[in-house]
């Protein structure tokens, strides 16, 4: 039997890696407040290889969670405004001419690292909202026949104001669908915003989040075998078919124009492996399932008309369907 090499570092164990992941929570904590669940919703995105739809209001601190999150990870990270004149090019990149060798060079745009923080998507036109199609499914760029790979890992973090229309454009469905999860990033309570002024009294600078103690907890490496292990959680037949029961059910509802696809599907299985690899389960149970629906489907849904004009809600039609689909015991 040889030795191993001098030197090599042991591969972490699952609990290290768990605890790792665990670290960039109360990390991201030290800049944002009171908004745990949103930076947990972040948390199953990577693990899952997927990406995140932040809504929420402005003021909420969508933009500073992202940019906590990102420093916590120590992962590179760029910011798209994203503006009506906005050009697929200025997102994935463009051919420029080079006069020295007379040969058009490929430029690459922010969408080439590892966190992209996509601001006010919805401010920008189907066209180039598509430019961000690609790089989401297939993680890479096709420019002149030329197709380059995306850094991994690669997450991207998309915002929009739910309130203000003027000046917008709905995203499409297939936009939408290529987004793992929905996350709702709501005002506070009173203790945390409380917390939120007691930290800005104190000279806390939302730009310098070195100067606040943000540091890089985890590294590329431990983020993609987390990846790697939350793949490997094992699943039940029959929590299989409680997933496609759910599916079905989204389109039989009287209320759904759209129900949700087989990738919504696959996609609830995805988020509900990191959910349970999160909390230390080998297994996914009806229970991890049951949390990552909403925030999975709820934007993978559309209303018929006079539902919408009723006043039902997304949220409300999925929480019917969970409670008249038969769970597996």
């Keep these: 039997m040889t030795d191993p090499t001098p030197g090599a570092a042991a591969s972490p164990s699952p609990d290290q890696l768990r605890d790792a992941m665990t670290r960039v929570r109360s990390e991201v904590g030290k800049a944002v407040v009171g908004q ?72 690459e745009g922010p969408v080439f690292t590892n966190i992209v923080l996509a601001d006010e998507i919805n401010r920008t036109p189907p066209k180039t909202q598509a430019a961000l199609l690609e790089a989401m499914e297939e993680r890479q760029v096709s420019t002149d026949g030329v197709t380059r790979a995306l850094p991994d890992p690669f997450l991207v973090a998309a915002t929009q104001n739910p309130i203000e229309h003027e000046g917008t454009y709905t995203l499409p469905e297939a936009q939408l669908d290529r987004f793992l999860l929905k996350l709702i990033v709501d005002i506070p309570p009173r203790d945390a915003e409380l917390a939120v002024l007691r930290r800005h009294a104190s000279g806390f600078d939302p730009r310098d989040l070195a100067g606040a103690g943000l540091a890089q907890v985890v590294t ?108 597996p015991i």
């Design 36 to 107: 745990d669940g949103t930076v947990t919703g972040l948390l199953i995105a990577l693990l899952s290889r997927g990406h995140v739809l932040l809504e929420g209001v402005p003021g909420v601190a969508k933009t500073l969670l992202v940019r906590a999150f990102s420093t916590a990870l120590g992962l590179d990270t760029k910011r798209i405004q994203f503006t009506p004149d906005l050009m697929p090019g200025d997102v994935s990149g463009s051919l420029v001419y080079d006069a020295k060798t007379g040969e058009f060079e490929f430029r």
């Design 220 to 327: 590329a490496d431990e983020i993609r075998a987390a990846q790697r292990a939350a793949a490997s959680v094992t699943v039940a037949d029959d929590v299989l078919g409680y997933v496609v029961d759910l599916a079905q059910a989204t389109r039989r509802s009287p209320s759904v124009q759209l129900g949700v696809s087989p990738r919504a599907a696959t996609a609830l299985l995805a988020a509900s492996k990191a959910w349970a690899w999160l909390g230390g389960y080998p297994a996914i149970t009806p229970d991890h399932v049951q949390t990552m629906l909403v925030p999975t489907w709820r934007h993978r849904i559309r209303l018929r008309a006079d539902a919408e004009l009723e006043g039902v809600s997304v949220d409300a039609v999925l929480g019917s369907v969970l409670q008249q689909t038969r769970v």
